[in-house]
């Protein structure tokens, strides 16, 4: 079992900057793929990138490619998500999610491909 817990949402001007963390339990996280994914009000939740369990590969949607970047430390057994040059769009709840890596040795984008999630943290963009 996974337990992971968000932080660092809240508010920001449209231009600036947040960075999310995520921390998770167990002993071996870092055979865990991480990922984190948005729902944003009325919409579907969405695929917005991952990182493998050595961090050496991340993967990124294409709305988010160039002004968000996801980093681990294995030894904090944390996950972060840095967020720059936000616009209204970001508004959204985000959620770190995890996976076996071993399961697929890719960065998987489909959340049933996810087996555990956090409870999620706001992010709201404000002009």
């Known amino acids: 079992q996974v337990q992971l817990v968000e932080s660092g949402g809240g508010l920001v001007q449209a231009g600036g900057s947040l960075r999310l963390s995520c921390s998770a339990s167990?002993?071996?996280?870092?055979?865990?793929?991480m990922g984190w994914f948005r729902q944003a009000p009325g919409k579907e939740r969405e695929f917005i990138g991952g990182?493998?369990?050595?961090?050496?590969?991340?993967r990124y949607a294409d709305s988010v490619k160039g002004r968000f970047t996801i980093s681990r430390d294995n030894a904090k057994n944390t996950v972060y998500l840095q967020m720059n040059s936000l616009t209204a769009e970001d508004t959204a709840v985000y959620y770190c999610?995890?996976?076996?890596?071993?399961?697929?040795?890719?960065?998987?984008?489909?959340?049933?491909?996810?087996?555990?999630w956090g409870q999620g943290t706001q992010v709201t963009v404000f002009s």
């Open positions: 167990g002993r071996t996280f870092s055979s865990y793929g």
């Open positions: 999610t995890a996976y076996l890596y071993g399961r697929y040795n890719l960065i998987v984008d489909r959340q049933d491909e996810y087996e555990y």
């Open positions: 990182i493998s369990g050595n961090g050496g590969s991340t």
